[in-house]
């Protein structure tokens, strides 16, 4: 195994509420709150980088034509987060430009259909 889902991540014009929904209807929990609004949901006592992948609600839709409100984080298990993006691309990602700053610790990338996903940083143990 090379990479898992880590986080899935949803736009929402009301995250508070769409955030509760979701702690319901998965028994998770709340963990943070960003300042631009958006919240970290997750299975109680885990974190980030448990068995289950997390949750992040974030304020706001983008409504680009084509955008889906949900979209995989994805984390490396079994090399660091270039060796992962090398090869992610070999398998046929495409780097996405979003609006991303170029600082960012994450890589924004599209699948072969052109569906977003971002491979972050942090290096998961393997489930």
């Known amino acids: 195994m090379a990479c898992r889902i880590s986080e899935l991540v949803i736009d929402a014009e009301d995250p508070g509420r769409l955030a509760a929904f979701w ?19 997750g299975p ?11 949750m992040v609600v974030n ?7 084509g955008k889906l409100p949900l979209h995989i984080d994805v984390s490396a298990t079994d090399r660091d987060q270039d060796a992962e993006l090398a090869r992610l691309l070999a398998l ?23 569906n977003e996903f971002c491979l972050l940083r942090t290096r998961l143990e393997p489930v």
Request: net charge negative.
């Open 23 to 41: 702690c319901a209807v998965l028994g998770y929990v709340e963990w943070e709150r960003e300042g631009d609004g958006s919240i970290h949901i």
């Open 44 to 54: 109680p006592g885990t974190g980030f980088g448990g068995a289950q992948p997390t």
């Open 59 to 65: 304020a706001g839709r983008d409504r680009r034509a």
């Open 92 to 114: 046929g990602a495409v780097h996405a430009d979003v609006g991303q700053s170029g600082e960012e610790s994450w890589y924004v990338l599209a699948d072969p259909e052109g």
